[in-house]
C-alpha cells in the first residue's frame, strides 16, 4: 500500500515550487517541502514548510545565491493549498539562512529598486536637515569579518550641494559583537563636519537597536551575520502575516 501521506505532500509541494519558480526571473534549484497531510490540509493546519533554493533573481537585478528557510506550524487556507498556493490565514515563524556574493550585492546596489530606496536618505545635524544623493556604492568583502564600501555621494547642507567620495572599512554586528567602524576616509570633496559623523553614528545606533525591522507583511531580525571571502551570511528570524509577491516586495 503506497504512503498516502508521503504522496499528499510530495504532490502539494510540486505545486507549490512550480508557482514560485513562475515568480522568479531566474531560478537555479528550487526546493519546497510542505509537511502536512491531506486531513491537516481540510482542517487548514501544516507542521510546517521548508523551502531551499539557489540561484534566485527576482526583478533582473536581486539575486541571492543561496537560502534556506524553515517555518513552524502554520494555520493556511485550505483551498488555496491544495493548488499549491500558500495563504496564510495566522502570522507565522520562521527561520532563514541566507548566502549572497559580493557580485549579487553590488548587482542589486546599482539596480533602480536600491537606488529609489537610498535617495531620500536623511540626517538630523543639530536641527539642520542634511540629505545625501548616491551617485556610486560598491561593496567589497575581503574576508576576516570586514565589510568595504566605496562610493560617491551629492551631499547636500545648509543650501549647498557638493560632491563627496569615501572609503570605509566595517565589522557587522554578530551574536558575540557589537558592530564597529574601523575606519573612514574621504577621498574627494571637503571632507564632512564632526556634527555629521555624530549624526550618522546615532543613527546607525538607533536602526542597529530596532527589535526588528518591517517589509510589507514580514518582521525580521537579524540574528548573525558571518563575512567571508566573497559572501555574506546572514541568519535572519521572520514573522510573516502574509506570503507576498514577488512584485510588492519589491515595492519602494
Excluded at 61 to 89: H, K, M, W
Amino acid at each position: 500500500m503506497p504512503d498516502q501521506h508521503g504522496f499528499e505532500e510530495k504532490i502539494i509541494s510540486q505545486e507549490a515550487e512550480k508557482r514560485i519558480a513562475e515568480k522568479l526571473d531566474e531560478v537555479e534549484e528550487i526546493e519546497i517541502d510542505v509537511q502536512t497531510d491531506l486531513l491537516k490540509i481540510v482542517q487548514g493546519q501544516a507542521d510546517g514548510v521548508s523551502f531551499a533554493g539557489q540561484g534566485l533573481v527576482i526583478q533582473e537585478d536581486i539575486r541571492v545565491q543561496e537560502i534556506t528557510l524553515q517555518t513552524d506550524s502554520i494555520a493556511i487556507n485550505p483551498f488555496s493549498a491544495i493548488f499549491g498556493q500558500i495563504e496564510l490565514n495566522e502570522p507565522v515563524n520562521a527561520i532563514a539562512r541566507i548566502i549572497v556574493t559580493e557580485v549579487d550585492i553590488n548587482r542589486a546596489l546599482a539596480s533602480d529598486f536600491a537606488r529609489s530606496w537610498m535617495q531620500n536618505f536623511e540626517l538630523n545635524v543639530d536641527g539642520e536637515i542634511v540629505s545625501f544623493e548616491p551617485e556610486e556604492i560598491q561593496v567589497f568583502l575581503p574576508g576576516d569579518g570586514k565589510i568595504e564600501c566605496k562610493g560617491k555621494v551629492l551631499l547636500k547642507e545648509m543650501g549647498n550641494t557638493r560632491p563627496l567620495a569615501y572609503t570605509a572599512i566595517a565589522r557587522p554586528r554578530t551574536h558575540s559583537q557589537p558592530a564597529m567602524l574601523e575606519s573612514f576616509n574621504c577621498t574627494e570633496g571637503e571632507g564632512v563636519s564632526i556634527e555629521l559623523i555624530a549624526a550618522f553614528i546615532q543613527k546607525a545606533k538607533e536602526l542597529m537597536n530596532l527589535p526588528s525591522l518591517k517589509w510589507e507583511d514580514i518582521a525580521f531580525s537579524i540574528k548573525d551575520i558571518e563575512v567571508e571571502i566573497g559572501s555574506l551570511i546572514l541568519m535572519i528570524e521572520t514573522q510573516v502575516r502574509q506570503i507576498p509577491s514577488s512584485s510588492s516586495f519589491l515595492s519602494p
